[in-house]
Protein backbone atom coordinates (compact mmCIF):
# COMPACT_ATOMS: atom_id res chain seq x y z
CA UNK A 1 0.00 0.00 0.00
CA UNK A 2 1.34 3.52 -0.58
CA UNK A 3 0.42 6.28 1.79
CA UNK A 4 0.56 9.71 0.01
CA UNK A 5 0.73 12.59 2.25
CA UNK A 6 0.08 16.10 1.24
CA UNK A 7 2.92 18.17 0.74
CA UNK A 8 1.53 21.25 2.76
CA UNK A 9 0.79 19.15 5.87
CA UNK A 10 4.08 17.06 6.13
CA UNK A 11 5.67 20.79 5.52
CA UNK A 12 4.09 21.55 8.75
CA UNK A 13 5.07 18.79 10.88
CA UNK A 14 8.57 19.24 9.80
CA UNK A 15 8.60 22.63 10.70
CA UNK A 16 6.70 21.79 14.20
CA UNK A 17 9.27 19.26 14.68
CA UNK A 18 12.38 21.19 14.10
CA UNK A 19 11.16 24.48 15.60
CA UNK A 20 10.76 21.79 19.21
CA UNK A 21 13.70 20.03 18.81
CA UNK A 22 15.51 22.90 19.94
CA UNK A 23 14.05 23.37 23.46
CA UNK A 24 14.36 19.81 23.98
CA UNK A 25 18.29 19.51 22.49
CA UNK A 26 19.76 21.73 20.64
CA UNK A 27 19.09 25.35 22.59
CA UNK A 28 21.52 26.96 24.70
CA UNK A 29 20.73 26.93 28.22
CA UNK A 30 22.62 29.90 30.51
CA UNK A 31 23.54 28.53 33.57
CA UNK A 32 25.91 31.20 34.75
CA UNK A 33 27.58 34.69 33.91
CA UNK A 34 30.48 36.46 34.88
CA UNK A 35 30.10 40.64 33.50
CA UNK A 36 33.50 42.63 33.82
CA UNK A 37 32.84 46.30 33.02
CA UNK A 38 34.39 49.69 32.76
CA UNK A 39 32.96 52.42 34.14
CA UNK A 40 31.11 55.33 32.06
CA UNK A 41 31.84 58.34 31.30
CA UNK A 42 33.80 60.62 33.61
CA UNK A 43 35.87 64.15 34.28
CA UNK A 44 39.55 63.25 33.61
CA UNK A 45 42.47 62.21 35.60
CA UNK A 46 44.57 64.95 35.45
CA UNK A 47 41.82 66.90 37.46
CA UNK A 48 41.26 65.21 40.40
CA UNK A 49 39.14 63.98 42.15
CA UNK A 50 37.39 62.39 39.29
CA UNK A 51 33.35 62.10 39.11
CA UNK A 52 31.22 59.93 37.05
CA UNK A 53 29.13 62.46 34.76
CA UNK A 54 25.64 62.30 33.68
CA UNK A 55 26.66 60.68 30.54
CA UNK A 56 28.29 58.15 32.05
CA UNK A 57 25.46 57.38 34.50
CA UNK A 58 23.44 56.94 31.35
CA UNK A 59 26.15 54.63 29.77
CA UNK A 60 26.11 52.04 32.21
CA UNK A 61 22.07 51.86 33.42
CA UNK A 62 21.83 51.86 29.71
CA UNK A 63 24.27 48.90 29.56
CA UNK A 64 22.57 47.32 32.71
CA UNK A 65 18.90 47.41 30.94
CA UNK A 66 20.40 45.76 28.16
CA UNK A 67 21.93 42.72 30.39
CA UNK A 68 18.61 42.65 32.07
CA UNK A 69 16.78 42.35 28.71
CA UNK A 70 19.55 39.70 28.01
CA UNK A 71 19.97 37.63 30.91
CA UNK A 72 16.62 38.28 33.45
CA UNK A 73 13.82 39.53 32.33
CA UNK A 74 10.91 37.05 32.58
CA UNK A 75 11.29 37.28 28.28
CA UNK A 76 14.76 37.82 27.98
CA UNK A 77 16.82 36.43 25.04
CA UNK A 78 19.40 34.31 26.96
CA UNK A 79 17.72 34.32 30.35
CA UNK A 80 19.83 32.34 33.41
CA UNK A 81 17.96 29.49 34.67
CA UNK A 82 16.34 30.21 37.65
CA UNK A 83 16.93 33.62 38.35
CA UNK A 84 14.32 36.05 39.35
CA UNK A 85 13.28 38.46 36.44
CA UNK A 86 11.59 41.05 38.87
CA UNK A 87 12.47 41.61 42.57
CA UNK A 88 15.74 40.60 43.21
CA UNK A 89 17.38 37.79 45.33
CA UNK A 90 20.13 38.59 46.88
CA UNK A 91 21.42 35.08 46.62
CA UNK A 92 21.39 35.19 42.92
CA UNK A 93 23.82 38.33 42.38
CA UNK A 94 27.19 39.14 43.32
CA UNK A 95 28.69 42.43 42.44
CA UNK A 96 31.43 43.89 43.35
CA UNK A 97 34.54 47.04 42.44
CA UNK A 98 36.92 48.83 44.13
CA UNK A 99 36.78 51.46 46.92
CA UNK A 100 36.75 54.12 44.06
CA UNK A 101 34.00 56.76 43.58
CA UNK A 102 33.56 56.49 39.62
CA UNK A 103 33.26 52.68 40.09
CA UNK A 104 31.54 52.53 42.73
CA UNK A 105 28.67 54.67 41.13
CA UNK A 106 29.15 53.20 38.27
CA UNK A 107 28.21 49.52 39.86
CA UNK A 108 25.10 51.22 41.51
CA UNK A 109 23.81 53.30 37.59
CA UNK A 110 24.29 49.81 36.45
CA UNK A 111 22.12 47.88 39.02
CA UNK A 112 19.30 50.33 38.32
CA UNK A 113 19.12 49.20 34.99
CA UNK A 114 19.62 45.30 35.51
CA UNK A 115 16.62 45.78 38.56
CA UNK A 116 14.85 48.84 38.14
CA UNK A 117 11.76 49.81 40.77
CA UNK A 118 9.08 47.64 41.03
CA UNK A 119 6.30 49.85 41.43
CA UNK A 120 3.50 49.32 44.04
CA UNK A 121 2.65 46.03 43.39
CA UNK A 122 5.86 44.20 43.88
CA UNK A 123 7.35 47.10 45.82
CA UNK A 124 4.98 46.91 48.58
CA UNK A 125 4.07 44.72 52.19
CA UNK A 126 1.67 43.92 54.39
CA UNK A 127 2.53 44.22 58.14
CA UNK A 128 1.04 42.24 60.74
CA UNK A 129 -1.79 44.90 61.76
CA UNK A 130 -2.88 45.18 58.18
CA UNK A 131 -0.61 48.54 57.19
CA UNK A 132 0.50 48.17 53.76
CA UNK A 133 4.20 49.78 53.28
CA UNK A 134 5.64 51.03 50.05
CA UNK A 135 9.03 50.91 49.54
CA UNK A 136 10.16 54.00 48.76
CA UNK A 137 11.27 55.86 44.65
CA UNK A 138 8.40 53.52 43.58
CA UNK A 139 9.77 50.38 44.75
CA UNK A 140 14.05 51.05 44.19
CA UNK A 141 15.44 48.08 44.64
CA UNK A 142 18.39 48.01 47.35
CA UNK A 143 21.19 45.81 45.39
CA UNK A 144 25.08 45.69 47.80
CA UNK A 145 28.45 46.22 45.61
CA UNK A 146 30.96 44.78 47.44
CA UNK A 147 33.84 46.85 47.97
CA UNK A 148 37.15 45.17 47.08
CA UNK A 149 40.62 46.23 48.14
CA UNK A 150 42.10 45.55 44.16
CA UNK A 151 42.00 48.89 41.87
CA UNK A 152 40.90 51.18 45.17
CA UNK A 153 41.67 54.92 43.84
CA UNK A 154 42.16 53.45 40.46
CA UNK A 155 40.44 57.03 38.45
CA UNK A 156 41.75 59.12 40.74
CA UNK A 157 45.61 57.49 39.76
CA UNK A 158 47.39 58.34 36.28
CA UNK A 159 49.82 55.53 36.94
CA UNK A 160 48.48 52.63 35.19
CA UNK A 161 49.63 50.09 37.70
CA UNK A 162 49.46 52.65 40.67
CA UNK A 163 46.39 50.52 42.01
CA UNK A 164 47.50 46.57 41.60
CA UNK A 165 50.33 46.96 45.06
CA UNK A 166 52.03 44.72 43.32
CA UNK A 167 55.56 45.29 43.75
CA UNK A 168 57.24 43.34 40.75
CA UNK A 169 54.32 44.51 38.54
CA UNK A 170 55.03 48.26 38.87
CA UNK A 171 59.04 47.40 38.41
CA UNK A 172 57.94 45.66 35.27
CA UNK A 173 55.87 47.87 33.96
CA UNK A 174 58.76 50.90 34.64
CA UNK A 175 61.19 48.81 32.28
CA UNK A 176 59.14 50.15 29.30
CA UNK A 177 60.19 53.14 30.21
CA UNK A 178 64.10 52.06 29.00
CA UNK A 179 62.99 50.15 25.91
CA UNK A 180 63.65 51.21 22.12
CA UNK A 181 59.88 51.45 21.43
CA UNK A 182 59.38 54.45 23.98
CA UNK A 183 62.59 56.29 23.68
CA UNK A 184 61.54 56.16 19.62
CA UNK A 185 58.12 57.29 20.46
CA UNK A 186 59.32 59.94 22.93
CA UNK A 187 61.63 61.70 20.34
CA UNK A 188 59.44 61.07 17.08
CA UNK A 189 56.32 62.52 18.61
CA UNK A 190 58.14 65.30 20.67
CA UNK A 191 57.08 68.25 18.09
CA UNK A 192 53.36 66.80 17.83
CA UNK A 193 52.79 66.65 21.79
CA UNK A 194 54.72 70.41 21.67
CA UNK A 195 52.12 71.67 19.27
CA UNK A 196 49.20 70.69 21.64
CA UNK A 197 51.09 72.50 24.30
CA UNK A 198 48.70 76.03 24.50
CA UNK A 199 45.94 73.06 24.98
CA UNK A 200 47.43 71.45 28.28
CA UNK A 201 49.47 74.34 30.35
CA UNK A 202 47.11 74.86 32.33
CA UNK A 203 47.55 71.12 33.75
CA UNK A 204 50.92 69.90 32.67
CA UNK A 205 54.58 71.97 33.21
CA UNK A 206 55.93 72.04 29.86
CA UNK A 207 58.38 69.06 30.26
CA UNK A 208 55.22 67.13 30.72
CA UNK A 209 53.76 67.61 27.57
CA UNK A 210 55.54 64.55 25.61
CA UNK A 211 54.09 60.56 24.73
CA UNK A 212 55.85 60.39 28.79
CA UNK A 213 52.42 61.19 29.39
CA UNK A 214 50.14 59.40 26.28
CA UNK A 215 47.42 58.49 28.47
CA UNK A 216 46.66 61.71 30.96
CA UNK A 217 47.13 64.04 28.04
CA UNK A 218 44.76 62.33 25.49
CA UNK A 219 42.29 61.70 28.43
CA UNK A 220 42.42 65.48 29.34
CA UNK A 221 41.92 66.33 25.87
CA UNK A 222 38.87 63.96 25.42
CA UNK A 223 37.15 65.09 28.23
CA UNK A 224 37.13 68.36 26.74
CA UNK A 225 36.16 67.54 23.81
CA UNK A 226 33.32 65.96 25.38
CA UNK A 227 31.86 68.04 27.68
CA UNK A 228 33.72 71.87 26.94
CA UNK A 229 31.65 74.26 24.73
CA UNK A 230 34.64 76.42 24.54
CA UNK A 231 36.85 73.95 23.72
CA UNK A 232 39.08 74.92 21.96
CA UNK A 233 40.17 78.17 22.36
CA UNK A 234 39.43 80.75 20.53
CA UNK A 235 42.77 81.34 17.96
CA UNK A 236 43.48 77.36 18.42
CA UNK A 237 42.69 74.41 16.19
CA UNK A 238 42.18 70.89 17.10
CA UNK A 239 40.98 68.43 14.29
CA UNK A 240 39.85 65.32 15.24
CA UNK A 241 42.48 63.52 13.25
CA UNK A 242 44.30 65.07 16.15
CA UNK A 243 42.30 63.63 18.98
CA UNK A 244 42.66 60.06 17.14
CA UNK A 245 46.44 60.23 16.88
CA UNK A 246 46.51 61.06 20.67
CA UNK A 247 44.15 57.92 20.94
CA UNK A 248 46.92 55.65 19.21
CA UNK A 249 49.41 56.79 21.07
CA UNK A 250 47.96 56.40 24.53
CA UNK A 251 46.82 53.06 23.60
CA UNK A 252 50.12 51.59 22.60
CA UNK A 253 51.26 53.78 25.71
CA UNK A 254 49.11 51.95 28.13
CA UNK A 255 49.21 48.18 26.79
CA UNK A 256 52.84 48.50 26.56
CA UNK A 257 52.50 49.00 30.54
CA UNK A 258 49.78 46.51 31.00
CA UNK A 259 50.97 43.45 29.01
CA UNK A 260 54.37 42.30 27.96
CA UNK A 261 55.23 38.47 26.67
CA UNK A 262 58.14 37.90 28.25
CA UNK A 263 57.03 39.77 31.50
CA UNK A 264 53.88 38.17 32.77
CA UNK A 265 53.92 40.00 36.25
CA UNK A 266 53.20 43.23 34.49
CA UNK A 267 49.55 42.01 33.70
CA UNK A 268 49.32 40.56 36.99
CA UNK A 269 45.37 42.64 37.18
CA UNK A 270 44.38 40.37 33.99
CA UNK A 271 45.92 37.47 36.48
CA UNK A 272 44.07 37.88 39.33
CA UNK A 273 40.97 38.54 37.03
CA UNK A 274 41.03 34.95 35.84
CA UNK A 275 41.49 33.95 38.86
CA UNK A 276 38.03 35.35 39.96
CA UNK A 277 36.05 34.60 37.07
CA UNK A 278 36.80 30.48 37.20
CA UNK A 279 36.52 30.27 40.61
CA UNK A 280 32.69 32.61 40.52
CA UNK A 281 32.04 30.38 37.98
CA UNK A 282 32.75 27.07 39.38
CA UNK A 283 31.08 28.02 42.43
CA UNK A 284 27.86 28.45 39.95
CA UNK A 285 28.78 24.51 39.39
CA UNK A 286 29.45 23.26 42.80
CA UNK A 287 27.04 24.72 44.95
CA UNK A 288 24.44 23.56 42.15
CA UNK A 289 24.56 20.32 43.19
CA UNK A 290 21.33 19.35 45.44
CA UNK A 291 23.14 18.47 49.05
CA UNK A 292 24.96 21.61 48.35
CA UNK A 293 24.08 23.93 51.49
CA UNK A 294 24.49 27.25 50.02
CA UNK A 295 23.84 28.26 46.28
CA UNK A 296 26.27 30.81 44.73
CA UNK A 297 25.08 33.33 42.40
CA UNK A 298 24.29 33.21 38.90
CA UNK A 299 25.26 36.34 37.68
CA UNK A 300 28.72 37.93 38.94
CA UNK A 301 29.06 41.34 38.01
CA UNK A 302 32.86 43.50 38.73
CA UNK A 303 33.70 46.94 37.56
CA UNK A 304 37.08 47.81 37.22
CA UNK A 305 39.54 49.63 35.63
CA UNK A 306 40.69 49.36 31.99
CA UNK A 307 44.26 48.13 32.73
CA UNK A 308 42.45 44.64 33.85
CA UNK A 309 41.15 44.69 30.20
CA UNK A 310 44.27 45.31 28.15
CA UNK A 311 46.22 42.93 30.88
CA UNK A 312 43.55 40.46 30.10
CA UNK A 313 43.36 40.87 26.64
CA UNK A 314 47.09 40.06 26.30
CA UNK A 315 47.07 37.22 28.30
CA UNK A 316 43.99 35.65 26.84
CA UNK A 317 45.48 35.60 23.14
CA UNK A 318 42.11 38.09 22.43
CA UNK A 319 45.01 40.29 20.05
CA UNK A 320 45.32 37.57 17.94
CA UNK A 321 41.91 37.57 17.36
CA UNK A 322 41.03 41.43 16.49
CA UNK A 323 44.30 43.91 16.35
CA UNK A 324 40.95 46.25 17.95
CA UNK A 325 41.98 44.73 21.51
CA UNK A 326 44.90 46.38 21.78
CA UNK A 327 43.51 49.82 22.10
CA UNK A 328 41.60 50.99 25.19
CA UNK A 329 37.90 49.78 25.96
CA UNK A 330 35.68 52.51 25.53
CA UNK A 331 33.97 53.86 29.09
CA UNK A 332 30.89 51.32 29.71
CA UNK A 333 32.92 48.75 28.00
CA UNK A 334 32.12 44.98 29.10
CA UNK A 335 33.84 41.48 29.06
CA UNK A 336 31.10 38.96 29.20
CA UNK A 337 31.73 35.02 29.90
CA UNK A 338 28.88 33.56 29.87
CA UNK A 339 28.58 29.15 31.42
CA UNK A 340 25.96 27.25 29.34
CA UNK A 341 24.82 23.52 28.05
CA UNK A 342 23.25 22.66 25.13
CA UNK A 343 21.77 19.64 26.64
CA UNK A 344 18.92 19.86 29.35
CA UNK A 345 19.51 21.63 31.91
CA UNK A 346 17.56 19.89 34.84
CA UNK A 347 19.19 18.51 36.99
CA UNK A 348 22.07 20.50 36.21
CA UNK A 349 24.23 19.17 33.88
CA UNK A 350 27.83 17.66 34.59
CA UNK A 351 31.35 19.90 34.20
CA UNK A 352 31.47 18.08 31.16
CA UNK A 353 28.62 18.58 29.77
CA UNK A 354 28.85 22.91 30.26
CA UNK A 355 30.39 25.44 27.85
CA UNK A 356 31.90 28.58 28.04
CA UNK A 357 31.78 31.80 25.56
CA UNK A 358 33.17 34.71 25.43
CA UNK A 359 31.41 38.30 24.67
CA UNK A 360 33.12 41.52 24.29
CA UNK A 361 31.39 44.91 23.90
CA UNK A 362 33.67 48.00 22.99
CA UNK A 363 31.26 51.07 24.90
CA UNK A 364 27.74 51.12 26.17
CA UNK A 365 25.82 48.10 25.25
CA UNK A 366 22.12 47.89 23.72
CA UNK A 367 20.36 46.46 21.57
CA UNK A 368 21.54 48.56 19.04
CA UNK A 369 25.13 47.84 20.22
CA UNK A 370 25.06 44.25 21.70
CA UNK A 371 28.47 42.11 22.51
CA UNK A 372 30.17 40.49 20.28
CA UNK A 373 31.75 36.68 19.77
CA UNK A 374 35.60 36.19 20.20
CA UNK A 375 37.45 33.38 20.59
CA UNK A 376 39.81 33.42 23.51
CA UNK A 377 43.27 31.96 23.84
CA UNK A 378 44.36 32.42 20.34
CA UNK A 379 42.32 29.46 18.62
CA UNK A 380 39.61 29.35 16.44
CA UNK A 381 36.57 28.31 18.64
CA UNK A 382 34.39 30.52 20.25
CA UNK A 383 32.65 28.02 22.07
CA UNK A 384 34.93 25.89 24.91
CA UNK A 385 34.34 23.06 27.25
CA UNK A 386 34.36 24.05 30.38
CA UNK A 387 37.40 21.77 31.58
CA UNK A 388 39.37 23.11 28.65
CA UNK A 389 38.39 27.05 29.24
CA UNK A 390 39.10 26.43 33.81
CA UNK A 391 42.52 24.99 32.24
CA UNK A 392 43.47 27.88 29.56
CA UNK A 393 42.33 30.17 32.17
CA UNK A 394 44.36 28.82 35.27
CA UNK A 395 47.74 28.89 33.49
CA UNK A 396 47.98 32.49 33.98
CA UNK A 397 45.24 32.79 37.13
CA UNK A 398 46.44 34.14 40.15
CA UNK A 399 44.29 33.52 43.09
CA UNK A 400 46.02 32.31 45.92
CA UNK A 401 47.38 34.80 48.89
CA UNK A 402 51.12 32.99 48.86
CA UNK A 403 51.47 32.84 45.03
CA UNK A 404 50.38 36.36 44.93
CA UNK A 405 52.96 37.55 47.25
CA UNK A 406 55.43 35.35 45.72
CA UNK A 407 54.85 36.48 42.25
CA UNK A 408 54.72 40.66 43.25
CA UNK A 409 57.65 40.01 45.72
CA UNK A 410 55.84 41.46 48.54
CA UNK A 411 57.19 40.34 52.15
CA UNK A 412 55.33 43.22 54.69
CA UNK A 413 51.92 42.93 56.49
CA UNK A 414 50.17 38.74 55.70
CA UNK A 415 52.70 38.29 52.99
CA UNK A 416 55.61 37.99 55.62
CA UNK A 417 55.08 34.14 56.14
CA UNK A 418 55.15 33.50 52.84
CA UNK A 419 58.46 35.28 52.55
CA UNK A 420 59.58 33.38 55.65
CA UNK A 421 58.93 29.96 54.23
CA UNK A 422 61.52 29.28 51.71
CA UNK A 423 60.00 27.46 48.35
CA UNK A 424 56.63 26.67 50.02
CA UNK A 425 53.72 28.40 47.79
CA UNK A 426 50.53 27.98 47.61
CA UNK A 427 48.90 26.70 44.71
CA UNK A 428 45.69 28.39 42.55
CA UNK A 429 42.42 26.43 41.76
CA UNK A 430 44.74 25.03 38.81
CA UNK A 431 41.54 21.99 37.93
CA UNK A 432 38.54 24.58 38.02
CA UNK A 433 37.71 22.46 41.08
CA UNK A 434 37.10 25.91 42.97
CA UNK A 435 37.94 29.11 45.26
CA UNK A 436 39.86 27.93 47.57
CA UNK A 437 40.33 29.51 50.40
CA UNK A 438 42.91 32.31 49.42
CA UNK A 439 42.22 36.11 49.36
CA UNK A 440 42.46 37.76 46.29
CA UNK A 441 46.33 38.53 45.93
CA UNK A 442 45.57 42.36 45.10
CA UNK A 443 43.72 41.82 48.31
CA UNK A 444 46.64 40.50 50.18
CA UNK A 445 48.84 43.64 49.23
CA UNK A 446 46.58 45.91 50.13
CA UNK A 447 46.21 44.31 53.88
CA UNK A 448 49.91 44.31 54.01
CA UNK A 449 50.25 47.80 53.64
CA UNK A 450 47.86 48.47 56.18
CA UNK A 451 49.45 46.18 58.72
CA UNK A 452 52.77 47.95 58.05
CA UNK A 453 50.86 51.33 58.73
CA UNK A 454 49.54 50.25 61.89
CA UNK A 455 53.36 49.60 63.05
CA UNK A 456 54.00 52.82 62.25
CA UNK A 457 51.67 54.30 63.59
CA UNK A 458 51.85 52.45 67.39
CA UNK A 459 54.99 53.40 66.99
CA UNK A 460 54.21 57.45 66.96
CA UNK A 461 52.48 56.73 69.08
CA UNK A 462 54.73 55.23 71.36
CA UNK A 463 57.02 58.47 70.98
CA UNK A 464 54.67 60.63 71.49
CA UNK A 465 53.07 59.06 74.61
CA UNK A 466 56.93 58.08 76.41
CA UNK A 467 58.31 61.94 74.82
CA UNK A 468 56.00 63.72 76.72
CA UNK A 469 54.77 65.20 73.09
CA UNK A 470 51.17 66.53 72.62
CA UNK A 471 49.91 66.72 68.87
CA UNK A 472 49.21 70.67 67.45
CA UNK A 473 46.30 71.68 65.54
CA UNK A 474 47.94 72.70 61.74
CA UNK A 475 45.80 76.02 61.92
CA UNK A 476 47.09 76.88 65.10
CA UNK A 477 50.58 76.60 63.14
CA UNK A 478 49.77 79.05 60.44
CA UNK A 479 47.14 80.55 59.44
CA UNK A 480 47.97 81.68 56.16
CA UNK A 481 49.39 78.41 54.54
CA UNK A 482 47.94 77.28 51.34
CA UNK A 483 47.24 73.44 50.61
CA UNK A 484 46.11 72.45 47.14
CA UNK A 485 49.43 72.77 45.77
CA UNK A 486 49.05 70.73 42.12
CA UNK A 487 51.65 67.73 42.04
CA UNK A 488 52.89 64.95 39.55
CA UNK A 489 52.31 61.84 40.24
CA UNK A 490 55.75 59.72 42.05
CA UNK A 491 55.74 57.31 39.52
CA UNK A 492 57.21 57.43 35.32
CA UNK A 493 53.79 58.10 33.17
Excluded at 83 to 111: C, E, H, K, Y
Excluded at 227 to 246: D, E, M
Aim: net charge negative.
Amino acid sequence: MVVRLNSSLLLSFLSLLLVSLPAAYGADTVLGVYIFSRHGDRTAKSTPPTNLTDLGYRQVYTSGSYFRDRYVSSNASSRIQGINPDVVRQSQIAVSAPQDTVLMNSAQGFLQGLYPPVGDRLGSEELRNRTVVQAPMNGYQLIPVQMVASGTGSEDSAWLQGASNCAQAAVSSDEYYDSADYTDLLASTGDFYKSLTPLVNATFRDDAISYKNAYTIFDLLNVASIHNASFPPSGTQFPSSTLSTLRTLADHHEYSLAFNASSSIRAISGSTLAAEIVQALNATITSSAPSSPKKAPKLNIQFGAYASFQSFFGLAGLTEASADFYGIPDYASGMVFELFTTGPADPFPKPEDLQVRFLFRNGTASNGSQPTLFPLFAQPRTELSWTDFAGRMNAFAVGEQGEWCRVCGNSTGVCASTASSSGTQTQGSQDGSGGGGGVSKAVAGVIGAMVTLAVVLAVEAAILLLGGLRLVSKKRLTRDGSDGVASENGRKG
